[in-house]
């Protein structure tokens, strides 16, 4: 009963946040209304490989921990790249900001998360039959394996949970730690069942070949539009409701 009261209160807690979000925030869930609604997105194109990995900024050299700055490396290349994204915050950039070509981060070394099913999940909190506007998402940095996955100290949260925002770390104290999770991409660059890495290209640019560039202006999404490529499915899709906005 304690449990189930528990669950209760936080599922109440996150769709009250989920839905008081900011259009074009990062870590915000899209809503029915919402501007961006409809909007076309891509699939990114090679030699795009997002990945997730982290850059050896906190106290403990050579092991990952609470004071690393995790990225989306859209190249995939271990290095951090302009238009690269900061998924927690790092000296003063905000978590969902791009990296530009000044800044101080650019170039440096990426490591893999320590987890061997790393990726983004979410919980299933709304306890529905798939992922809903009231479930929280999470890049699981931790976890050694998908099915049976939980969250984690050092989990990463990709929107706001019982006040906690989005970008930041989950502890051990913290109330959504040790949570059964879903995934949604694992890996990061195949896609999955249940969600897609996608962008908009807001200025339409294009290379030789016709295929979509993305650059500084493109806002990223984890769509649930469509299945992707990989799953026999379309390289594109539409920005709808229960989609999370990536950049900020």
Known sequence: MKELTKVCILTGLVLALSLSSALGQFGSKVVTGDADVGRFLEDFPAPLNPNLGYWDTGSNPGIYDDGDTIYLDFLGNGIIDANDIRLTDYSGYLAG?????ADN???KPLSPLPGQAAGIYYADLYGSQGYDIQDPVYVLAMTPAAVGARTATKDVRLGPVLGLSPGTKVLNYHPDNDGPAIPMIVPVAGGAPVATLRFYNANGNVDGNGDPIYDFSDDVYIDVSLPSVPMGGF????VVPNNVRLSA
């Open 235 to 238: 390289p594109f899709g539409f």
């Open 97 to 101: 900001s791009k990296v530009m070509s």
């Open 105 to 107: 981060d650019i170039n």
